[in-house]
């Protein structure tokens, strides 16, 4: 905001001000359908016309409430202004700049709770959310067709998919909720899968631009003694600190993956949680998804000489370990790294198992040996903990050099279970990503238990655990099989 302004350039800002904020308000008019009919002329049209107006498709109720707080004290002050012709020109500066020292201040003069209501930080009604909120559940052709186009509208001028109002809804999660047309849902979904694989294509192509090309020798030279100090003094190997949340916590077992192996581990009755705050790492709930992972592992083995070849990574609880051991495998290796959960598996004889092979140490370390061993696999499942999505995508690298031609990959698909739009987007996320490894995926579909989906944090089988990690339907367990 300029200092100071003569009084033809504050009249020209302060009337462009009013002009956008009046279509601002008429955006949010037009994405409620109160004018009938509903026609692509009256409303797509004009939607247009508003957004080309420099009008964000980001803006929420909550900013235009603030803009007019502070049209408001600006207005005032004007008002207050003595604007005859004898007063000079500093002057008027002075009191120019006073105004504007005065909106800089609007917000924090407001009352606490007047505050609250127009300041919700990256919070707010957006004209999507007006849009899936204004229509009808059992709309006709046209106000659908016109709802649609103004939601493609909008994602074109730069609207977010995972924006939340103060409700903690998507408009997407609105749509599923009200039970609007499948179609208008599904909108939301390509949206957030377009934007996911934009996203991580630029973090992508940013990453590998920042490495100058002269300093590749010193880098492979630098990882190389790394390596070679972390052989000697028997330490693992350790990673950039990376979020599994999005939350900023340097401690914080769940978002560092070096934090979580320095983590003291507990085994209660029910589940592997870490010791001190009690992240869930794994629970018994999950039993059914793993005896149905563990039959779909060894479903493809077409040797009736021998039992299959299977590889799990994170070891856990141990139970898909052990209806794998059910199967007679005929090589089993557990790929497992933090040193509580070895001492577990040691304690309970797995060292003792026949064919069985542990693999001490982050999948990252240990399996570039089995790779260049020529060693595949009918059956590879990954279920880890503080890891990201990036990893789990690094991990398929590794899966198409040990998994035989017929062979099945899985992992534990909780990628964004906390809230169902996020699941449908990471659905086709994972596809995308699968088929450019060459990977096909179909999945099968788990009805999850009532009582672990609806039970709130602390209550029921989420007693005792810091945060539940699954609020959705349905369990879509992965099968992973190269392409034809």
Request: aromatic share 10%.
């Amino acid at each position: 905001m300029p200092i100071y302004l003569n009084d033809q350039l504050l009249f020209c800002t302060n009337t462009i001000f009013v002009d956008t904020l009046e279509m601002e308000n008429e955006l949010f008019d037009l994405c409620s359908f109160t004018q009938k009919p509903v026609s692509k002329a009256t409303y797509v049209t004009r939607l247009e016309e508003i957004l080309r107006s420099d009008v964000p498709a980001t803006i929420t109720l909550k900013d235009i409430e603030m803009a007019q707080k502070i049209q408001a004290a600006m207005q005032t002050q004007l008002e207050n202004e003595d604007n005859e012709a004898a007063i000079q020109q500093d002057e008027k500066r002075q009191k120019t700049q006073e105004v504007f020292d005065k909106v800089a201040v609007v917000e924090e003069t407001l009352e606490p709770a007047e505050s609250e209501t127009v300041d919700g930080g990256d919070t707010g009604t957006t004209a999507l959310h007006q849009i899936v909120t204004s229509m009808s559940p059992t709309p006709t052709d046209e106000e659908l067709t016109v709802a649609l186009a103004m939601i493609d509208k909008l994602f074109e001028w730069g609207a977010g998919w995972m924006m939340l109002d103060d409700n903690d809804e998507t408009a997407g999660c609105i749509a599923l909720r009200r039970q609007l047309p499948r179609v208008v849902y599904d909108k939301f979904v390509a949206a957030g899968v377009r934007s996911e694989i934009f996203l991580r294509r630029v973090t992508e192509d940013s990453a590998y631009s920042e490495v100058d090309e002269s300093d590749i020798p010193n880098l492979v030279e630098e990882d190389q003694q790394q390596l070679e100090e972390q052989e000697v003094n028997h330490i693992e190997p350790v990673d950039d600190p990376k979020k599994t949340d999005g939350v900023e916590a340097d401690n914080d077992a769940a978002c560092y993956q070096d934090v979580y192996l320095d983590t003291p581990l507990e085994y209660t009755e029910h589940a592997l949680v870490t010791k001190e705050l009690g992240d869930g790492v794994m629970m018994d709930w999950e039993d059914e998804i793993m005896k149905r992972s563990a039959n779909l592992l060894v479903s493809s083995l077409d040797d009736a000489t021998r039992g299959p070849i299977v590889l799990n990574i994170g070891f856990g609880m141990g139970i898909i370990d052990g209806y794998l051991q059910s199967k007679k495998p005929y090589k089993q290796y557990i790929s497992e790294a933090h040193p509580d959960v070895l001492k577990k598996l040691r304690a309970d004889g797995w060292y003792e198992k026949p064919n069985v092979i542990i693999l001490e140490g982050r999948w990252q370390d240990t399996l570039p040996k089995l790779l260049s061993e020529g060693v595949y696999f009918d059956g590879i499942y990954y279920d880890t903990f503080s890891e990201t999505y990036q990893d789990l995508v690094d991990f398929f690298d590794p899966v198409v050099g040990l998994l035989a031609p017929t062979g099945i990959f899985s992992f534990f698909n909780g990628l964004g279970a906390d809230r169902q739009i996020c699941y449908d987007v990471y659905t086709q996320v994972v596809e995308v990503d699968l088929n450019e490894y060459g990977l096909n995926v179909t999945y099968d579909i788990i009805n999850v238990d009532d009582m672990v989906k609806t039970k709130p944090e602390g209550e029921g089988v989420w007693g005792g655990i810091k945060r539940s990690y699954w609020k959705v339907d349905e369990f879509r367990l992965p099968k992973c099989t190269f392409m034809a």
